[in-house]
Every structure is written in C-alpha cells, then in structure tokens.
C-alpha cells in the first residue's frame, strides 16, 4: 500500500500556535491592520465615551472587518460575523472577539457619516505614498441594484386607480367584521373581544397606507421641483408615469445590461497613476450629465486641486460641464456621441461637423478629432472601467445591501475605500526591501 502524507486531524498541540504562523505571507490582512492603526478614529471614541452599559467594541475591530470583508466579498452582518469564528485572518483582525450580527449591523447604521468620512483619510494615504498624481482623472457611472425589486414600485396612475379599489375593500371588510361582531358575538371567547382583523384586512390596510403613502411622496416631490423652478408649489401636478418604490423609495428604475432594474446611479473619478479612487458619490438620478460639476467639487475638496486632464463617455456631456471644466482650467476629453456594441474599435468618439450647439462644445469636437485627444480619450478604458470591474466581478459588489441615499452613499464609499487600501497595498509589495 502506497504511503500518505501524515493525517493527524485530531492531534492536538502541545503549544500553542500564533494566529499569524496560520495565515499565508501575503494575505492583506497583515497591511490592513496597519492601516488602520494610522486612521484617526477619534469621532468613534467620541460617540462612546459617554455611554454606560457593558463596554463596546473597539473601533479598529469594527472598521478593520468592514473593510476586509469588502476585500473577500463579504457585505453582510451575518457573514461578517460568522467570518470571525471561522476565518483565521478575521480571528486574527477581531483580536479573537465575536461580535454577532445584531452588533455588526448595528455599528453601521450608527456609524454612516463616520465611516464614509474615513474614504478622504485612506486617501491621504494614497497621495502620501505617491498613487495619485491628478495628471489625469477619468469620471463613470455605474448602476448598482438597490436593495429592493423593481415589482415594488407604481406608478402615481395606478396609485390613483388602485387607492380607492382598496379603500372600498378595508369599508367592506370593516362593515362584514361589524355585523358578524353583533350577530356572533357569543361564539367569541374570553381572550378574543372580535375585532381581530382577519388577514386579508390586514394585507389589505397595509398596502392601502403603502399607496397613500407613495403618493403624499410622489406630491411632495412635484411641489418641490416647482418651488425650485420658480413656479407655485400649489399648481404642481404629478406625471401620470411618475413612479416610487415602496421598498426603497429613493432608489430609482434604471436601464442596465441586464434590462430595466431598481438602481442607484454610483459614480467614481479614478486617477490613472494608481488607479485609486479619489472621490465617489451615490445618485438617485440615472443620468450622468449633472453629477460632473459635483464630482469635480468633491474631487478638488478632496485634493486640494483640480486635475490637468479629465475623460469621461458622451453621459456628461453639455454646454455647461464643458464650460465648468474650463473655468477649472481642466483639459478635459468628453466624447460627443454614444458607442453602440457593433461599432469596430476605434470609432470616432465626436460627430463628423461642427454644430451651433456651443462653442465648448465645437472645441471638444475638434479636441477629440486631434491625435492627442483620441489618446487622452482610451485612458478611460483602462483607469475607471477596470475599476468598475475590480469592484463588481472580482469583490461581488452588485447591490447595495442597505437602502436609502444616505446608507448607500456610506456603503459605496466603504467599497471604494477597501479597493484603495488593496492599491495602497500592492504598491507597498513593490518597494524594495531593505
């Protein structure tokens, strides 16, 4: 009989051995660690200093477990958990802590605005370490699913033809309660006074407060955007077409590849030296023409500066982002048209004649015919889409787990702060060692 490799399963040790001896040399775990102890956490520490009650977790166990999670594809609480009792590297972060998931979750939504302000440190770091040069920055968008299905949604016609539908249903089931109430009365027993509601009321009153709901929404929304357009907030009617989710009523339904879905619009400006994230930000708006001015304040707040040279695809292209660009005295290439899948590579990214449109515009189109502009153009192709891809195919990062603007925003600049701090540490393996 062949001879195997000892197999002792059961066999135990005589010392002891380090969680680190147990993890491979290279896991980033050991550089996340790092990291971490150089993040200021005091806004943490403050939030917990006047609390009684059992002592918390530490921050740097919370904040580390998020972010190596997001680095192994791991978003949600109860696996985050589970990871701590399972998973070395976790053992190793959560100094062999197991905080449930009740606890990890819970440590997110108190935390939004604190972790989401950690993204501007991690990229402090970055510069520090020489990754981001701001010679040339390309901007996208990106649809990521929300945390919610698109058959929740309606329109504010069906609301109008669906509420009073209900509204007669709830009449009918009150007035059959009321009369089986009086009639039968003696059938009910002592812990029973007749008014339970059968189920079919309840789902029934549900979606009907739902509905009212999603309206008053829908309403407040067109009063809103005719305030800001000048005109009486009294007047404001609501598109027949107009919809909301009943879920998730921030997100929106947006074309992806994968055909119309329930969305939000997440948007990334990547610098080409290192490909690191330098500013990011969620929008419940599909297009992306009007997230270019506000991507380049954050990026300047961000950095302090305005980047030499910016791309970005036909999305953000118009009159005002182009004339916003030069104001910054950024060299920007924005193509003019959209590519079609059946277009061979190479396709002129700006309309054959020059239009009346603006004379921004006429300057793009003749910047992009150049050889420097098509150039400038294909580095998009290999800064913000490869990270895109990074974000979505190798750390699974398809939909957010928690919903409303504000958690999403919170959540997307988690994620992109885990792909800069991966950046940060692979270009630490490439220093020379001493």
């Not at 009150?174 to 089986?180: N, P, V």
């Amino acid at each position: 009989m062949r001879p195997y490799r000892e197999y002792t399963p059961d066999q135990a040790f005589l010392l002891p051995p380090s969680l680190t001896e147990l993890i491979p040399e290279g896991d980033p775990v050991f550089f996340l660690r790092e990291v971490i102890q150089r993040l200021d956490l005091e806004a943490f520490h403050k939030a917990y200093r006047c609390e009684r009650g059992q002592p918390p977790y530490h921050p740097e166990l919370m904040v580390g477990l998020y972010l190596y999670g997001a680095m192994r594809r791991t978003y949600s609480s109860r696996r985050l958990a589970e990871l701590c009792q399972r998973d070395v590297a976790c053992m190793y972060l959560a100094g062999r802590a197991t905080p449930d998931y009740h606890t990890v979750g819970e440590f997110r939504q108190r935390f939004t605005n604190e972790l989401k302000g950690l993204f501007l440190q991690v990229l402090v770091l970055c510069r520090e370490a020489g990754l981001v040069r701001l010679g040339h920055v390309s901007l996208d968008g990106t649809k990521v699913r929300a945390n919610a299905s698109k058959h929740k949604a309606m329109s504010y016609a069906r609301m109008l033809q669906r509420e009073p539908i209900l509204a007669a249903e709830v009449a009918r089931w009150l007035e059959e309660g009321r009369r089986e109430d009086e009639a039968e009365d003696a059938e009910h027993g002592p812990n029973d006074d007749g008014w339970s509601l059968p189920e079919e009321l309840k789902e029934s009153s549900r979606r009907l407060e739902k509905i009212r709901q999603a309206k008053a929404r829908l309403e407040e929304q067109a009063r809103e955007k005719a305030a800001a357009e000048g005109d009486d907030p009294a007047t404001a009617v609501v598109a027949g077409k107009a919809q909301t989710n009943f879920t998730d009523p921030e997100s929106r339904i947006m074309h992806t590849a994968e055909g119309f879905q329930q969305c939000y619009n997440a948007q990334a400006a990547v610098d080409a030296e290192g490909q690191v994230v330098v500013a990011c930000e969620v929008s419940a708006a599909a297009p992306d023409v009007q997230r270019l001015r506000p991507m380049l304040d954050q990026l300047q707040e961000n950095t302090g500066q305005y980047p030499a040279q910016l791309s970005a695809d036909a999305g953000y292209a118009s009159e005002a982002n182009f004339a916003a660009l030069a104001e910054a005295n950024v060299h920007a290439v924005i193509a003019l048209r959209r590519y079609h899948r059946d277009e061979p590579p190479g396709t002129d990214p700006a309309p054959k004649r020059a239009t009346n449109r603006g004379p921004y515009r006429n300057q793009m189109r003749e910047r992009l015919a150049s050889p420097e502009g098509k150039a400038l153009y294909k580095l998009r192709k290999q800064t913000v889409e490869p990270v895109f891809g990074q974000i979505k195919g190798a750390r699974g990062f398809r939909q957010f787990l928690r919903r409303g603007l504000t958690a999403v925003e919170a959540e997307w600049s988690l994620v992109c702060m885990a792909h800069n701090v991966l950046k940060l540490h692979q270009a630490s393996q490439k220093l020379p060692t001493a």
